[in-house]
């Protein structure tokens, strides 16, 4: 044992108590606690006097107590300890709520460094629930920077620091540089062990963006790395099948009922050109909602059907899968073409003859949810697969459906359009194509934000959309990731508006704990004009497609990510008739005002995505565990954009002279990218 790899619990100042503590937050070994990164800093290096105290802030000074504690009790189960102190400047008092016990720690005359938040009462200068050090203390706590860690389960911030400062000076002298000296020189690095110990306890300002470049570079080229690999790995190994060339691709093109957008085009002659190849496609097709997707893959499966194969579509809701369906069989059906639905809803019998169909090659074209990849589905001459909503889908699941054919051609098809360079990293193992093009003619979803005192003019407006003809969703509250919760407040929110707001209208329910068949008899009424008003949660972000619903009401709408909201108002707009979205805002802080104010300037789907990059974070945005990645202790996606680039384009040069790292300079670099990736990807790397 490396030191690294033992237990947490044998650092000094852990024990087994603490150590199940630590289990909780994800941190087992040594080398978790060395690699867990403090989330931010207080600068407590530049001491104040007295009469500088600012009220509300916090501050540092060196102070000698002056007088006895004294214990004041106020009420009932509140107790105050003051203690007074000072220095040349003027006289304060150190403040404790209900902790009495302190009073015998301190000595009239002892000299003490502290840190506090700054209160004045009238003329009292009051440092409440202050840090302190005496005089000669080693421990420093002021007069430093002092990393903030994020913590749960009641271990202060105190004592993660101690034992991550037990744990570096015991054990950092462990840790291996995985960078061979050619590519410290070309970037300039600091050593990995002097990155370490300033990205826990900087020294400077200066070390500390220096440890943070080096670290957020290593993880991110360790990262780049691994995902090309897997990339030429499945290029080089899978032999895919070359289609035909399909004249007749041009004529069916010409019967749909309008002009593929230059976007299209362009994004169909990439998937033609890897299909007709031998290499296995890749591909991953993003766009926004409503530019087009669809279409494209059905073109992709016209052509897999006219060269002797069977193609799929995976869909991650019955809702999405049914709309695919039906749009699919829509538009396929001049040919002999059988289309099939695969969902849970369907009954045994149904199952069964789906089933024995697909294996004798009698159907050609099978849409479902993830039902598709469970191990009783056979294909006879499955050419091409397709995923949907690739961010609801893991790296795994998707691997698990192209293994349902002899290496098949795969497809990937996303609506939440994200940076290139991202993409690349998110989707490192495929290629790319975006449709960044909107059919014309579309009209833009004026979108407003309101607050819950403007409800009764909105009822307003919605019941004279609604007699002019039009129809409207109502998202209810995000109450908080408990489906049960969620769905209380869609029953309530639908029982005002049936039985008060709106009960001259049709009013429908929709939410996730329905029944199948109950979800598909609500929609085919909302799609029919037999429901005026569907209140729904977040089921209804994808696959529902009413070109008659002109409004979409959100409540809360300062829950949501706007990548989410951008998907909800993507609902309507889909018809001849001006659309409108009215979100409203509970929010009163500052980022719930400034994604209302993104969500009505623009309906661009991959500037709102960088904004809520910039606003939520990569990891909420991305859900990384969804999508099978290894999770960044350091790095983040978007603020770190540049360094980003720097080490895809480094990954890409390394690779090209050496495509497995073979050479021995690469060995460690090699293990890291091992024990990155493992378990994420059924162990495609270096095997």
């Not at 060269?307 to 002999?336: N, R, V």
């Not at 029953?491 to 939410?511: I, S």
């Not at 709408?557 to 001849?576: T, Y």
């Amino acid at each position: 044992m490396d030191g690294l790899s033992m237990s947490v619990q044998y650092v000094k100042g852990v024990g087994p108590k603490r150590a199940v503590k630590l289990r909780k937050m994800g941190i087992n070994t040594v080398e978790d606690l060395i690699y867990f990164f403090p989330r931010g800093y207080e600068d407590r290096r530049k001491f104040n006097n007295i009469s500088n105290a600012v009220n509300g802030e916090k501050m540092s000074f060196r102070v000698s107590i002056s007088g006895r504690p004294n214990v004041l009790r106020p009420r009932r189960n509140l107790s105050i300890l003051k203690i007074p102190v000072k220095d040349n400047t003027g006289m304060a008092y150190l403040t404790w709520f209900n902790q009495d016990y302190l009073a015998d720690n301190f000595r009239i005359g002892e000299k003490l460094t502290i840190n506090g938040k700054v209160k004045r009462i009238a003329n009292e200068i009051q440092i409440q629930n202050p840090t302190y050090e005496k005089e000669g203390s080693s421990n420093k706590k002021v007069g430093r920077i002092v990393p903030i860690y994020s913590l749960t389960d009641k271990l202060t911030n105190n004592e993660m620091t101690l034992i991550v400062n037990n744990a570096l000076k015991s054990y950092i002298s462990n840790v291996k540089e995985i960078f061979p000296k050619s590519i410290i020189d070309k970037f300039n690095l600091i050593s990995v062990k002097e990155a370490i110990l300033n990205i826990h306890f900087p020294q400077s300002r200066e070390k500390f963006l220096k440890s943070r470049q080096r670290l957020v570079f290593e993880e991110l080229l360790t990262l780049q790395l691994g995902l090309f690999i897997i990339k030429n790995k499945t290029k080089s190994n899978n032999k895919g099948i070359s289609f035909e060339r399909v004249d007749e691709l041009k004529e069916f093109i010409y019967k749909l009922p309008f002009t593929l957008t230059n976007a299209q085009k362009r994004v169909l002659k990439e998937i033609e050109r890897d299909m007709e190849s031998y290499e296995q496609m890749n591909r991953l097709v993003q766009g926004d909602v409503g530019s087009g997707k669809t279409v494209i893959a059905v073109l992709a499966m016209f052509k897999a059907w006219k060269s002797g194969y069977q193609s799929t579509m995976m869909a991650p809701t019955e809702i999405l899968a049914t709309q695919h369906f039906e749009t699919i069989k829509s538009m396929l059906k001049d040919y002999d073409i059988r289309c099939e639905l695969l969902v849970g809803s369907l009954s045994q019998s149904k199952k069964n003859e789906i089933l024995a169909d697909l294996k004798n090659g009698n159907i050609d074209i099978l849409v479902g949810t993830h039902a598709i990849i469970q191990d009783n589905v056979k294909f006879n001459r499955l050419g091409l697969a397709i995923t949907d909503e690739q961010h609801r889908f893991g790296v795994s699941q998707r691997a698990v459906l192209s293994q349902k054919g002899l290496n098949p051609d795969v497809l990937v098809m996303t609506a939440t359009p994200i940076p290139r360079t991202l993409a690349l990293i998110l989707y490192g193992d495929l290629d790319i194509s975006i449709i960044d093009e909107l059919p014309p003619g579309r009209k833009i979803i004026e979108t407003y934000s309101i607050g819950i005192g403007m409800e009764k003019r909105l009822i307003e407006f919605i019941k004279k959309q609604i007699k002019e003809g039009r129809q409207a969703y109502i998202v209810s509250p995000l109450i908080e990731e408990s489906d049960t919760l969620n769905v209380k407040a869609c029953e309530e929110l639908y029982e005002r508006f049936k039985g008060e707001v709106f009960k001259d209208f049709e009013v429908g329910l929709l939410h996730g704990k329905m029944k199948a068949e109950e979800k598909e008899e609500i929609i085919n009424e909302f799609k029919d004009g037999k429901v005026d008003i569907l209140v729904s949660t977040t089921v209804i972000e994808v696959g529902v497609n009413v070109p008659n619903a002109s409004i979409m009401v959100i409540y809360n709408a300062e829950r949501f990510g706007l990548a989410q909201l951008h998907q909800l108002r993507g609902r309507v707009g889909r018809g001849e008739y001006q659309s409108y979205c009215i979100l409203i805002n509970e929010g009163k802080s500052k980022i719930s005002q400034e994604r209302m104010r993104i969500m009505q300037k623009t309906n661009d789907g991959f500037k709102i995505s960088e904004k809520d990059l910039e606003l939520r974070g990569p990891g909420e945005f991305f859900g990384t565990k969804q999508h099978g990645l290894p999770d960044l202790k350091i790095a983040n996606l978007f603020t770190d954009i540049n360094i980003l680039k720097i080490a895809q384009k480094e990954a890409a040069e390394i690779l090209n002279s050496d495509p497995y790292l073979e050479d021995a300079k690469y060995k460690l670099l090699k293990e890291k990218i091992k024990d990155m990736f493992k378990g994420k990807t059924d162990d495609i790397i270096f095997n």
